[in-house]
């Protein structure tokens, strides 16, 4: 079975911390998406990788992906409130054109 | 350009009653999909099509569920007769080829 598995499903974190968020995933594509959706929003292209190796930064989110080992991390860097969000990592049903497999997500909290 | 557009936002309909939600996709994407959100299941894809021809149905709930596209900026989905356990976030998206997939605003039904 595919699968995109994300831990932790749930982050509480200071601002000003540090956290990865990881993203293992089953499909035998080498294309790993990360979106962010906030409370009563619908969802926002955070991040695309294409390849092994690949790493993206946006403010504070840096993401990776390793496709040998089948690994995604979105790394958070010293944590603010407008972060809190829940993020979901996908990738391609391999053989499926563009049909992309969820991760549950990982729904971050950054308290003051 | 103005997005992926859906409508209506909100629907609320008595049990029984039919339920069309309509998706405009960005232009020129091929491909376009329809999700459900819930607390329970997550985001599950529905169906998904590319260049307006269904690909995957497999996700779609039951026979009450279907989904037409008849041109390249329109696609529907229907609920006949619709049931409290369909209420939940309908989103649509599109993308082309295998790129990222962009959001619509969302459907939110509720059935009672």
């Known amino acids: 079975e595919l699968k995109v598995e994300q831990n932790p499903l749930f982050l509480s974190m200071q601002e000003g911390k540090n956290y990865t968020i990881y993203c293992n995933y089953s499909?035998?594509?080498?294309?790993l998406y990360w979106y962010r959706q906030d409370p009563g929003k619908s969802l926002e292209s955070l991040f695309v990788l294409l390849s092994n190796g690949a790493v993206k930064q946006e403010g504070r989110l840096m993401a990776s992906l390793d496709t040998k080992a089948r690994l995604s991390t979105l790394h958070i860097t010293a944590a603010v409130h407008d972060l809190s969000a829940t993020y979901f990592c996908?990738?391609?049903?391999?053989?499926?054109?563009?049909?992309?497999?969820f991760g549950k997500g990982t729904k971050l909290s950054v308290k003051p | 350009d103005a997005g992926v557009i859906q409508s209506p936002r909100h629907e609320v309909t008595e049990m029984g009653q039919e339920v069309t939600l309509r998706c405009k996709p960005i232009s020129g994407h091929n491909s376009l999909f329809w999700y459900r959100q819930t607390m329970m299941r997550g985001l599950e894809l529905l169906i998904y099509f590319n260049n307006n021809v269904p690909i995957d149905d497999s996700g779609m709930p039951e026979d009450r569920f279907s989904a037409k596209m008849p041109n390249a900026s329109f696609s529907t989905l229907k609920i006949q007769p619709s049931e409290p356990r369909d209420s939940a976030v309908y989103f649509c998206?599109?993308?082309?080829?295998?790129?990222?997939?962009?959001f619509g605003p969302g459907t939110r039904l509720t059935v009672t």
């Open positions: 996908t990738s391609i049903h391999g053989g499926s054109q563009g049909n992309l497999i």
């Open positions: 499909t035998t594509s080498d294309r």
């Open positions: 998206a599109s993308s082309f080829l295998w790129g990222e997939q962009y």
